[in-house]
């Protein structure tokens, strides 16, 4: 059983800086697509950064040159650095693996396990 934990959240001034943790059990995403994803109040889950495989990465316009995805060696913890955070980054935070592909890896629905998300709230 494939289970996801993100910590690392909580509240910080616009320009400060967060660092995620995803922590995977039952698996690793050595093989798999790593997504972080998040959800606004009242807006649908977007994506923000994804590792492909631990070869590529890739990053939402919005969140590009300041968010930086990384795992451990294992595979079996992912964080994602949040730099220069803005109060439109406030939302809760998920992480999700599944065996995507390179073409679905910003779509949610491609993701088949998920954590139970993490509150980010960036005061201006």
């Known amino acids: 059983q494939v289970q996801l934990v993100e910590s690392g959240g909580g509240l910080v001034q616009a320009g400060g800086s967060l660092r995620l943790s995803c922590k995977v059990s039952?698996?690793?995403?050595?093989?798999?697509?790593l997504g972080w994803f998040r959800q606004a109040a009242g807006s649908e889950r977007e994506f923000v950064a994804a590792d492909f495989r631990g070869t590529q990465q890739y990053y939402a316009d919005s969140v590009k040159g300041r968010f930086t995805i990384s795992s451990d060696n294992s595979k079996t913890t992912a964080y994602l650095q949040m730099d220069t955070l803005k109060p439109e980054d406030t939302a809760v935070y998920y992480c999700a693996v599944g065996r995507v592909i390179l073409s679905s890896i910003r779509n949610p629905n491609a993701y088949n396990h998920w954590g139970q998300g993490t509150q980010v709230t960036v005061s201006a």
């Open positions: 039952g698996s690793t995403f050595r093989n798999s697509g």
